[in-house]
């Protein structure tokens, strides 16, 4: 079993920044990758980031992303991290985390194991 709990949601100017969090517990939390979804009003839920178990050197980003945010890993604290940066009207949605413990395809949602409840982040223009 694994439990995780975003935070770090909130209001933002378009041009800001924010930094989620995502707070893991159960089991061993670097024996799984963790990845970052959102989900936009009407639409379907979206691959955003993910990160590797172990050391979390490698990551991966959904295009429209790229160069704005950052996930990262602190094994120590049981925490994924996802730094967003010249963030976007388009930007605002639901964001989740999910744990993958076989750390299979990462982009796709299905693969994941387990989810937390979310986080809501707002860009105004």
């Known amino acids: 079993q694994v439990q995780l709990v975003e935070s770090g949601g909130g209001l933002v100017q378009a041009g800001g920044s924010l930094r989620l969090s995502c707070a893991a517990s159960?089991?061993?939390?670097?024996?799984?990758?963790v990845g970052w979804f959102r989900q936009a009003p009407g639409k379907e839920r979206q691959f955003v980031a993910a990160?590797?178990?172990?050391?979390?050197?490698?990551?991966y980003y959904v295009d429209s992303v790229k160069g704005r945010f950052t996930i990262s890993r602190d094994n120590a604290k049981n925490t994924v991290y996802l730094q967003m940066s010249s963030l976007k009207p388009e930007d605002t949605a639901v964001y989740y985390c999910?744990?993958?413990?076989?750390?299979?395809?990462?982009?796709?949602?299905?693969?994941?194991?387990?989810w937390g409840q979310g986080t809501q982040v707002t860009v105004s223009s």
């Open positions: 990160i590797i178990r172990g050391s979390g050197g490698r990551t």
């Open positions: 999910a744990a993958d413990l076989r750390q299979s395809r990462l982009r796709v949602e299905t693969d994941y194991d387990y």
């Open positions: 159960g089991r061993s939390f670097d024996s799984y990758a």
